[in-house]
């Protein structure tokens, strides 16, 4: 999209059917290999039987979510994404999913733990109310997955979030994210946790450092050769050492792990971005 395009300008370019109808179409025929369109090919797809007035509607989405190339017509870069968004958001109705009991006990309490989703918010809580994992996730995209998969999903997809902050980006608008760190008492110990905000979108998201682990690519390794997969685990179980975390330094702010994989010791420690600062095997 261009940049002389404001957001509000262009959702007033796609607030007429005509113009939903020509993307659905473009979709349509990217799916079936189809695209580019010409001309007349997209017009007899749409619909729209007035040339001059498909012609008008068709000229508002070029050169913003309708790209125009020598062999006719498909989606810009722009057009896929808000395409993709209204797929994976499409609202179905009253979606609801669960609860569903899932494996593990609460870290807090040990009680048993269930899964729910219900319009767009997906929880995994124990019978005490606590909630270990809350999330949003796209309605459209929730209808055709079993609770298993969602909840794969969505743990995969933060797991990718969380490492696009540390790197010091947002995943929805690749905008600059400022980080923060807080320590929570939890229960009999503590508990420490990243705050990201999105200086672009306004973006917000907190995790605890622990998540932080399962995408740095040592301590990954460092497990996996142990028969353990951490980069899967989901956000709700633990590391055996990850609650005891250290804040070693404020500033900078440097936060150690001493993890433990059965008789194997792995020392991480984090910086204030959540990447890894360094890692050393204790003797
Ligand atoms: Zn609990
Ligand atoms: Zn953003």
Redesign the pocket.
Known sequence: MSESVTPAAAFELLAAEPRMDIMQALVDARREGETPLSFSALRRRTGIDDSGRFNYHLGKLVDTFVEKGADGYGLSYAGSAIVAAVIAGAYTGSERKGPVDVEGA?E??G?DLAAEYVDGDLSVR?E?D?GLFVTRFPPGAAASMEMETLLEVSTLRIYQRLELAATGRCAECFGPVETNQTTQPLEDSEMHVYRMECTRCGGEWRASAGSFLTFAPEVVSFFRRRGVDIHHAPPWTLIEGEREATVVSEEPYRLQFDLAAGDDRIRVVLDETGQVAETAIPD
């Open positions: 609460c807090l309490c009680a124990c005490n606590h």
